[in-house]
């Protein structure tokens, strides 16, 4: 213990032991003394630990980013069967759902393996003439199945430019395995290939059977493939 | 010895007696002796002396930072409005519209019932639907005229309808270029184009847009 000269010994003041009658400490700007050589090497070593560190945290948190595809996915415009589905260039309602086992457009017939999925659409262009290219069935594992390119579409293909306030009725014919087709959801957009970020229209299709699916794929009468015309407003 | 950038704060006790001036031209100030012992302090002095001594740093971030983004951002909006025609052409007091390497002008807009399908007989229109007949003018500086153009009806809401549609499918009157049937050797010809729009709608003006003249068009007026 230090003595402090003409005192009867230190106080406690802080952790500071402050010699009786003395001002209590003030905080003044200083320099701090230079690390010794030891703990320079310590500190240098504390450096490169810590950026070890992040390089190895960094490493799965950058595998953890989304991929591009998550991050460029379309914006996705949720609708409701039978009600108005509005994106960005066109408008879109389910009208109707339908099966078979057989389609027939233009007096041909086509046959599948799994079941032909009929769906009514009435679509629109928004402020300008439009077209929608894109149309698959989503099921409930996530996989699509885009529209069939067997037949002729009559309503989404490049050949139908929708017109502003001129709504155009039409079916969608789509090829998809049986044990899929009892939940599905309609994706609509304007683009056929890069959907990047672009506008969808989404739309859950009624719940479908078993029962219904076996009765389509049972029956041998080919179900014709209605032509777009201009619908109701 | 000094070390660099390691300059903080310390508390210390108060010292009796005055301060001792540094002599001239010495880079340290000769304090007076302190009996005691230094606490080094912690937290806010600490924060605000890095502030003071890096605020030009971070004030200079701000250019720094305008520098670094600016022209990527300044060519993503040009691409953007070169993308789309944006910006209309007018006609002059002639009401003629000079573009795209040719003086053009709305002739006739008129809406029509007398169309005829390729077997002769009347070509029904779908309920709810009216069809539009565009005549446009064009005296062309080349002999090719005007070439790789689009053609679109606005209507009073700013709607735009395209030339040639669906609906006339079957009528014969799908939409052409704007060029001239054959050779024009620069005279000037002229161009129908058919539109539809609902009953509702009636149009204000006919506009033509070339890919090469974005984000310019030509705003061809009614009347």
Redesign the interface.
């Given at each position: 213990m230090t003595a402090w000269p003409g005192d009867q010994g230190p106080a406690e003041t802080a952790?500071?032991?402050?010699?009786p009658g003395?001002?209590?400490?003030?905080?003044?700007?200083?320099?701090?003394a230079?690390p010794r050589r030891l703990a320079r090497i310590g500190s240098r070593l504390g450096v490169g630990v810590l950026v070890l560190a992040a390089l190895a945290v960094g490493g799965p948190l950058a595998a953890l980013r989304p991929t591009s595809d998550v991050r460029e996915r379309p914006f996705v415009q949720q609708g409701g069967f039978g009600e108005l589905a509005s994106v960005r260039t066109f408008e879109a309602t389910v009208v109707s759902v339908r099966g078979a086992a057989k389609v027939s457009q233009r007096g041909r017939v086509y046959d599948t393996a799994g079941v032909w999925v009929l769906v009514r659409v009435r679509l629109s262009?928004t402020?300008?003439?439009t077209t929608v290219n894109y149309a698959a069935l989503r099921d409930e594992r996530e996989r699509s199945h885009q529209q069939t390119a067997r037949l002729e579409q009559p309503l989404t293909s490049s050949?139908?430019?929708l017109?502003?306030?001129?709504p155009?009725e039409g079916e969608i014919v789509f090829e998809v395995p049986r044990d899929t087709a009892t939940r599905l959801w309609l994706r609509l957009a304007q683009p056929v290939l890069d959907r990047r970020m672009d506008a969808m229209a989404e739309v859950p299709l009624l719940p479908v059977p078993r029962s219904t699916i076996d009765r389509w794929s049972a029956d041998p009468a080919p179900a014709v493939v209605t032509p777009?015309?201009?619908g109701p407003? | 010895m000094t070390w660099p950038g390691e300059v903080e704060t310390a508390v210390l006790p108060r010292i009796e007696g005055p301060a001792v001036a540094s002599p001239e031209g010495a880079e340290t100030a000769v304090l007076p002796r302190i009996d005691g012992p230094v606490v080094a302090s912690t937290g806010d002095a600490a924060a605000r002396g890095w502030w003071r001594r890096n605020r030009w740093g971070v004030l200079a971030l701000l250019p720094a930072l305008a520098l670094a983004l600016g022209p990527a951002v300044r060519q993503g909006y040009e691409q953007m409005t070169r993308a789309e025609p944006r910006r209309a052409v007018v006609p002059g007091p002639d009401g003629w519209v000079t573009y795209a390497g040719s003086r053009m002008r709305l002739a006739e807009l008129t809406s029509t019932t007398e169309l005829t399908g390729r077997d002769g007989r009347p070509f029904p229109l779908p309920a709810g639907v009216r069809a539009w007949r565009a005549t446009v003018l064009f005296e062309p500086d080349t002999p090719e005229g005007v070439v790789g153009c689009s053609v679109w009806l606005e209507d009073s809401d700013g709607r735009l309808s395209s030339a040639g549609p669906a609906e006339l499918l079957g009528a014969g009157v799908l939409a052409g270029g704007c060029g001239p049937e054959r050779d024009a050797g620069g005279r000037p010809y002229e161009k129908v184009f058919y539109f539809v729009l609902p009953e509702s709608s009636s149009p204000v003006a006919a506009r033509v847009v070339t890919t090469s003249m974005l984000p310019r068009y030509a705003q061809l007026s009614a009347g």
């Open positions: 952790g500071l032991r402050v010699p003395a001002q209590p400490p003030v905080e003044v700007p200083g320099h701090q230079p262009a402020d300008e003439a050949s139908r430019t017109q502003p306030g001129i155009v777009a015309k201009v407003p | -």
